[in-house]
T-cell receptor, first 117, second 115 residues
Framework: AQKVTQAQTEISVVEKEDVTLDCVYETRDTTYYLFWYKQPPSGELVFLIRRNSFDEQNEISGRYSWNFQKSTSSFNFTITASQVVDSAVYFCALSGLNAGNNRKLIWGLGTSLAVNP | EAGVTQSPTHLIKTRGQQATLRCSPISGHTSVYWYQQALGLGLQFLLWYDEGEERNRGNFPPRFSGRQFPNYSSELNVNALELEDSALYLC??????????????FGPGTRLTVT
């Protein structure tokens, strides 16, 4: 069975602080994709990143960076110099590539991030 | 470029009735996905349609069904509504081939309330 765990339910930081959101996953598929999505108060899920299981290079996009470690089954997301506009619920998700799992996104319960001015 | 659109925004039904939710994918996308986001349960995969065919299904009873039309838009039908079906129903779309076909882009959702 596939599973995604986001242990942090809520995080509150002050603007300009760095914050890391944790994601741990379980899958028996040998090939899979990992994702992060943002759900702002407006409610619409926004795609942030897709990572292949065979590509463990870290990725940086502006103030966002992602650390994928296959050895610990983790795919953590760091926001540097957080801003109030970063306040949202962030979801980590997994999609295995085996037949029964194909295109089926398995989601963590999300981490609610509040960035206070 | 227009994103995924869903209608209606809100839907109120009584127990036992049927609900129909609609979704239009991003232009050029052929795959449509449906998810349920219920309080306390998180996001759960319901259905995946591609080229008019159901390709994968989540652990939901048969009263959750849908279809995809030739223009790639989709309908989700929920029969014999139960109170626990109250949730936000999200539709997503993706392109057909290549690694980016795994990137699902979401609409704003339909809030279904069953009384």
């Amino acid at each position: 069975a596939q599973k995604v765990t986001q242990a942090q339910t809520e995080i509150s930081v002050v603007e300009k602080e760095d914050v890391t959101l944790d994601c741990v996953y379980e899958t028996r598929d040998t090939t899979y994709y990992l994702f992060w999505y943002k759900q702002p108060p407006s409610g619409e899920l926004v795609f942030l990143i897709r990572r292949n299981s065979f590509d463990e290079q870290n990725e940086i996009s502006g103030r966002y960076s992602w650390n994928f470690q296959k050895s610990t089954s983790s795919f953590n997301f760091t926001i540097t110099a957080s801003q109030v506009v970063d306040s949202a619920v962030y979801f980590c998700a997994l999609s295995g590539l085996n037949a029964g799992n194909n295109r089926k996104l398995i989601w963590g319960l999300g981490t609610s991030l509040a960035v206070n001015p | 470029e227009a994103g995924v659109t869903q209608s209606p925004t809100h839907l109120i039904k009584t127990r036992g009735q049927q609900a129909t939710l609609r979704c239009s994918p991003i232009s050029g996308h052929t795959s449509v996905y449906w998810y349920q986001q219920a309080l306390g349960l998180g996001l759960q995969f319901l259905l995946w349609y591609d080229e008019g065919e159901e390709r994968n299904r989540g652990n939901f009873p048969p009263r959750f069904s849908g279809r995809q039309f030739p223009n790639y838009s989709s309908e989700l039908n929920v029969n014999a509504l139960e109170l626990e079906d109250s949730a936000l129903y999200l539709c997503a779309s993706s392109s057909r081939t290549g690694p980016s076909s795994y990137e699902q882009y979401f609409g704003p959702g339909t809030r279904l309330t069953v009384t």
